[in-house]
Each structure stands twice: as structure tokens, then as C-alpha cells.
């Protein structure tokens, strides 16, 4: 079954507390059962590789639950059921969402008062629909900027210069640790001028010039996909230079043709198409820069540990 949304959890995690203390591990472990997540499912990470999807959302529910006042931390990572928790639970409900949680006053002062300090994430846990973390959110908005910046940065290069797309290269290229340095990575490669043997360019693999990869560049519009007769001419080319491997890379596209050509030839030919450069250049900080920065940051349980040997 699908990993079920953090609303879902709010009353399963209610009724892990309903007779004892419990800590959290054996609440997410217990959960997991329940719902009968395959070990795919129970081993799947949020983005940031830090933490399990499923344990991140029991986490969220237990954290709302708390600030409605129906759980109480009771040490680290361990919670335990309040007088008003076990009323909830008396009444048998169906179901506890974010909705169900504002007829607690606490709970309404906590979400008041995260919106005008701006101490909350941005939440849309507003319906009983929502299915979203806060992290998850978060996430979301961030792929979706991610997603509108990449888009603009394949306009501009399929807009720009042979020579300002070489440039742009060179500097991908060095960021990512080839060439040596940018004027030596500029010395070798040359994109969007006529060279011998279909080769747009030569750049080093490593700083000492032991190993060199061959480079094909293409600064094609959208619709102008790469046809797998250009990945054999480019296969041609590298023979004739007796290379290993060759990085043919475009603005656009390539066909499913070209790109199973490739994968069959005898030499190592890495395909990277326009959306691949944009996510190479952001993620080498080329062609963008960082306008904020956001700190995510969660409570210290070891400063708060009473068996821990901090001092004051």
C-alpha cells in the first residue's frame, strides 16, 4: 500500500501511547507493520537521504499531536499520552487531522503564533485532503524553482554565442574538477568551430593530461533532437583518434534510437541532453548564484539528554 500521509498517522500514533510510554523507533517500526509497507517502502529517504520518508511523517504526527496538548515528551525520543489524549481517544474517532486538532486552544495559539513569527514552515495542512510535511512542502517548492530556473537556463544557452556556449563549458567543466584550469580547459576545447574529424573538442580528464575525453557539442532548439546517425559519426571520430570514451552533449535532445545506439557501441559515449546541463550548471553553481539561504534546524536531544554529560 502506499506510505500513508501524516494525517493518516495522527491517530494510529495516538493509540501506540494509549496504555504506556513508548519511544518513538518502536512506534515507526510498530506503524509500519501495521500498514504493511514492503521493505521498499520502509527504506525510502526523503530528498535529503537523511531520514526515512515513513519515519519523518510519524515524526510530524507526533509533533502535532503534542502541540494539541493529547501527547507530552516525556524524554528523548520518548512521548506518552495526556489526560486530554485519552479523552480524545475515548470518543472513538474516526479519524484526527489537522482540522480535528483546532478545537484545542493550544493548538490554535501554536499555529497563530507560528504564522506571525514565522517560526513554522510554510504549511498547507489547511483541508483534511493535504496529504504534505512541512518538509515535504518545502521540498515541493524547492523542485519547482529548481524545475523554472533550469527551463531559463536552457533558454538563454540555445540563445547565446558559439563562443559564450564554449565559455559556459569550459566553466562546467573545470567546476567539475576536468581540465586543470580554465585556461587550460580553454586551450583544448573549442565548441561550435570546424575541426578535423567531427570533434568539437579535447579536454583532460585529469590535471596532468593522462587521460583526455573527446567532446561533441550541439547548441540545437528543443525540437532539433539528436538522431542516433550523428552518435555513429561521433563514434567514427573517436575511433579515428583512437579514444576511449567521448561526452556528447546538446541543448536539446536525444532520440530513444540515439541514445540505445550508445549504449551498444563498443566505446563509453555519455549522452548529456539539455536538462542534464541545467542540473550539472545549478548544481556547480554555473551560469546561478545562491539569492538566500534557508537553515532547517531541529532540537539537540543531547543538550537536553539528562543522562548526558553536559556542562553549563
Known sequence: MPIPDFQTLMLPVLRKAETTEVRIGEVI??????????????????????????????????????????????????????????????????????????QFPEFVAFRNASRSERVEPPVAQ????ETATPDELIRRAHAE???????ELLHRLQKTSPNFFENTLISLFVAMGYGGTAENAGQSLVVGKSNDGGIDGVIDQDHLGLDRVYIQAKRYADG??????????????????????GLFVTT?????????????????????????????????????????????????????????????
Not at 520518548?78 to 479519524?95: C, H, M, N, Q
Not at 489547511?126 to 485532503?129: L, P, S
Open 29 to 102: 517500526a510498530s506503524l509500519a507493520d501495521d500498514f504493511q509497507l514492503t521493505e521498499e517502502e520502509r527504506a525510502e529517504l526523503l530528498p535529503s537521504r537523511r531520514q526515512g520518508l515513513f519515519a519523518n511523517r510519524v515524526h510530524w504526527a507526533k509533533f502535532y499531536l503534542s502541540k494539541a496538548g493529547l501527547v507530552e515528551i516525556t524524554g528523548r525520543g520518548r512521548f506518552a499520552i495526556t489526560p486530554k489524549g485519552a479523552d480524545v481517544l475515548s470518543s472513538s474517532p474516526e479519524r484526527i487531522t489537522i482540522r480535528f486538532l483546532e
Open 126 to 129: 489547511e483541508t483534511e485532503n
Open 145 to 151: 524553482l529548481d524545475a523554472e530556473l533550469g527551463a
Open 224 to 245: 532539433n533532437v539528436v538522431g542516433s546517425g550523428a552518435i555513429r559519426d561521433f563514434f567514427g571520430a573517436l575511433d579515428a583518434y583512437k579514444a576511449a570514451k
Open 252 to 312: 536539446s535532445d536525444f532520440s530513444p534510437a540515439a541514445r540505445q545506439t550508445a549504449d551498444n557501441l563498443s566505446k563509453r559515449i555519455v549522452l548529456i541532453n539539455g536538462k542534464q546541463l541545467t542540473r550539472l550548471m545549478m548544481r556547480f553553481g554555473i551560469g546561478c548564484r545562491i539569492e538566500e539561504t534557508f537553515h532547517i534546524k531541529k532540537v539537540d536531544e543531547d543538550f537536553f539528554d539528562p543522562d548526558g554529560s553536559r556542562s553549563f
